[in-house]
């Protein structure tokens, strides 16, 4: 009862379009100011590769988050056994982690219209 069709489009589209489809080690192929009137703010980590080190944090957690989630895993250690104390370091964890997700999707799919438009572009050129 829970198959996953969600990645199918995605499969369907690297597959078959892969000069359009963005792969997810790629590095953007357009200028990130590209379409925008005013000059988009560069996200930046607050937590420092010394922070995560010592942290322990694994290689997978190293995100835009990772503070949010040092704070947690801290709230966590001094409140033992009573976690639920740290539900709003939680909270503000998933949050940012839920904001980092919608980021990268939209980057994603402008990557993918701009890669399509420049296609048809070049096309009409042709």
């Known amino acids: ?17 892969p000069e359009i489809t963005p792969g997810p080690t790629e590095e953007p192929t357009f200028d990130p100011q590209l379409g925008f009137p005013k000059e988009r703010k560069e996200r930046v980590m607050i937590a420092t ?4 080190r010592s942290a ?40 940012c982690r839920h904001d980092d997700y919608v980021i990268r999707m939209k980057e994603y799919e402008r990557e993918r219209r701009l890669r399509v438009k420049s296609q048809k572009d070049g096309a009409v050129a042709a």
């Open 1 to 17: 009862m829970g198959n996953d069709f969600s990645n199918i489009p995605r499969g369907f589209n690297a597959y078959f379009h």
């Open 49 to 52: 590769e010394e922070e995560m």
């Open 56 to 95: 322990k944090l694994p290689l997978e957690d190293r995100d835009y988050c990772a503070h949010l989630l040092i704070n947690f895993l801290a709230c966590r250690k001094d409140n033992w056994p009573w976690v639920v104390k740290c539900e709003h370091e939680k909270h503000e964890y998933l949050n």
